[in-house]
């Protein structure tokens, strides 16, 4: 059986009485990916939150490699090995994709002391491999604000993965992109799960399809509604339910792909 990387149990995190995670129970493998959906108001954000530190919850206790992450701030637990990536690319715009990941490799976070040094051999390997991995070698000297969106998703990946992280939170990583990009992004993020633990919250469900190898985790009312494979999960009548906003009484009520197109276009609505 696997070791969990990160384990949270009973939490609940409450603003002024609103409960936006509610008795949240959740764990991961070690190496897992895992894709984490739900309708908008289910608390995914919040759920990112609690595991990066931005916000500590209000009973329960989540556990990153068996530590209780509670009296920890957001640096400290960073430093521990959990990144995350945001919807919105941040990346430095006047610096190149190469400039951006030597900055990422760059314990001291110090922009001209990077840019303005030689480069360690070990170190200049590390980011022509993480070019290469991104797919961003043919581009690796161009100023970042002249790449596609995509481009940018694919260069701050790259630099949380410079980072050396044992768990990657990636947070709706396909919002904007085209077809082709949301594919090749998919590929990434699978080529990464071979080395990583992995947290994918999506609202694209074709994209979702693509990734999901294990476990799907359906948040609603910030509490787990559902768990399974990807089939399992789109044909769960709770989760048409919650997604919909209609009561479906058998699993036969719709095909799968309907299904999966239905959920497809109330995730793109609420995205």
């Known amino acids: 059986m696997n ?20 008795n949240l129970n959740f764990s991961l493998d070690t190496g897992e990916l895992r894709v984490i959906i739900g309708p908008n108001g289910a608390g995914k954000t919040t759920f990112l939150d609690i595991i990066t530190g931005k916000t500590k919850p209000t009973e329960g206790q989540v556990r990153f490699k ?8 957001e640096h400290e637990i960073a430093q521990m090995g959990v990144g995350r990536k945001f919807q919105t690319p941040r990346v430095y715009l006047n610096l190149s994709p190469r400039e951006n990941l030597e900055l990422a490799c760059n314990g001291t ?8 040094r030689k480069s360690p051999a070990r170190e200049r390997r590390t980011v022509q491999e993480l070019l290469e991995t991104i797919g961003l070698s043919h581009k690796a000297d161009m100023k970042a604000n002249l790449l596609s969106h995509g481009e940018k998703q694919w260069l ?6 410079a980072q050396a992280p044992d768990l990657l939170l990636v947070d709706e990583p396909v919002a904007g992109l085209t077809d082709e990009e949301t594919e090749l992004t998919g590929s990434l993020l699978l080529s990464l799960a071979e080395s990583h633990s ?13 990734i999901a190898q294990g476990q799907v985790t359906v948040l609603h009312q910030g509490s787990v509604l559902c ?9 769960d009548p709770r989760v048409i339910e919650v997604y ?10 719709m095909s799968l792909d309907n299904t999966a197109d239905l959920l497809e276009i109330a995730g793109n609505a609420e995205g």
Do not use: W
Not at 3 to 22: C, H, M, P, R
Not at 156 to 161: A, F, N, Q, R
């Open 3 to 22: 070791e969990k990387i990160l384990e949270i149990e009973n939490l609940t995190v409450s603003f002024d009485g609103f409960k936006a995670l509610n």
């Open 66 to 73: 068996g530590r209780n992450l509670r009296p920890y701030a």
């Open 109 to 116: 976070k110090d922009v001209f002391k990077t840019l303005f």
């Open 156 to 161: 701050e990946i790259g630099m949380l993965v």
């Open 198 to 210: 992995i947290v994918v919250i999506e609202h694209d469900m074709e994209f979702v399809r693509q």
């Open 227 to 235: 768990e399974g494979n990807f089939d399992e999960v789109q044909r």
């Open 244 to 253: 919909l906003g209609q009561e479906v009484h058998t699993d036969h009520d």
